[in-house]
C-alpha cells in the first residue's frame, strides 16, 4: 500500500464545476503539501498546511490530522486548471513523499 | 520562476554511455533534489545535496551519482545509462529540509535511452 494515496487518479469535468480532489496518508507528517504540474512540465507548489484550510483564489486545501485526508477544492473550475495535482508529505525522516497525481482536465 | 535552471531540457542517449544533468540555481538554498517522474508513480527521490559537497541517497539511487562542489551546482551522472533510466528528471531546491519548506522545482529534462 502506498504512503500517500490520491482520489481521483484521473478527473474529468465541465467549466464551472466545483472540484474535489482527495489525498490519504497513513504517516505521521508535520505538513502536507499540494502542487500543481502543468502540460509541458513545470511543478509549481500550491499549498504547504499542517491544520485546518487554506485559500489562494478558486483554490481551497484542507487537512484532517486525525483522519489523515487533505482535500483540494476548486471553485469555479475554469480549462486553465487542468493541470496534474500532486500531493506530498513530510515524513519521520524529513523527506518528502509524493502522491503520484491526479489529472484533472476541464472542458469548455 | 525560482532561478533554476536544468540543462540540458532533452536528451536522447543510447545504452551504455554516460549522461550528465546539470541544475543551477541562483537563489543560494541549502537543500537541492534530484527526482524522477514516470508515469503511474510520484516523483521518487534520486539524491539531495544539504551542502557543498553533502550528498546523500534518496529511494532510488541505484546507477546514479551526483556532485555538488558549489552551492548553485548540483550535477547528477549517468555512470552507464540504461533503458531503463529513460524518465523525466526534476531538480528541486529549498531553504531547508523536511516538510516544513516549499520545494521550487527546475523545468525538468526528458532524457531517453536507446
Known amino acids: 500500500k502506498n504512503e500517500v494515496e490520491q482520489s481521483p487518479q484521473n478527473l474529468t469535468a465541465q467549466e464551472g464545476e466545483f472540484i474535489t480532489i482527495n489525498c490519504s496518508y497513513s504517516v505521521g507528517i508535520s505538513a502536507l503539501h499540494w502542487l500543481q504540474q502543468h502540460p509541458g512540465g513545470g511543478i509549481v507548489s500550491l499549498f504547504m498546511l499542517s491544520s485546518g484550510k487554506k485559500k489562494h483564489g478558486r483554490l481551497i486545501a484542507t487537512i484532517n490530522i486525525q483522519e489523515k485526508h487533505s482535500s483540494l477544492h476548486i471553485t469555479a473550475s475554469h480549462p486553465r486548471d487542468s493541470a496534474v495535482y500532486i500531493c506530498?508529505?513530510?515524513?519521520?525522516?524529513?523527506?518528502?513523499?509524493w502522491g503520484a497525481g491526479t489529472k484533472l482536465i476541464i472542458k469548455p | 520562476d525560482a532561478g533554476i535552471t536544468q540543462s540540458p531540457r532533452h536528451k536522447v542517449t543510447e545504452t551504455g554511455t554516460p549522461v550528465t544533468l546539470r541544475c543551477h540555481q541562483t537563489?543560494?538554498?541549502?537543500?537541492m533534489y534530484w527526482y524522477r517522474q514516470d508515469p503511474g508513480h510520484g516523483l521518487r527521490l534520486i539524491h539531495y545535496s544539504y551542502g557543498v559537497k553533502d550528498t546523500d541517497k534518496g529511494e532510488v539511487s541505484d546507477g546514479y551519482s551526483v556532485s555538488r562542489s558549489k552551492t548553485e551546482d548540483f550535477l547528477l551522472t549517468l555512470e552507464s545509462a540504461t533503458s531503463s533510466q529513460t524518465s523525466v528528471y526534476f531538480c528541486?531546491?529549498?531553504?531547508?529540509?523536511?516538510?516544513?519548506?516549499?520545494?521550487?522545482f527546475g523545468a525538468g529534462t526528458r532524457l531517453s535511452v536507446l
Open positions: 537563489e543560494n538554498h541549502r537543500y
Open positions: 506530498a508529505v513530510g515524513n519521520s525522516n524529513y523527506q518528502l513523499i
Open positions: 528541486a531546491i529549498s531553504p531547508g529540509q523536511g516538510a516544513g519548506n516549499i520545494q521550487y
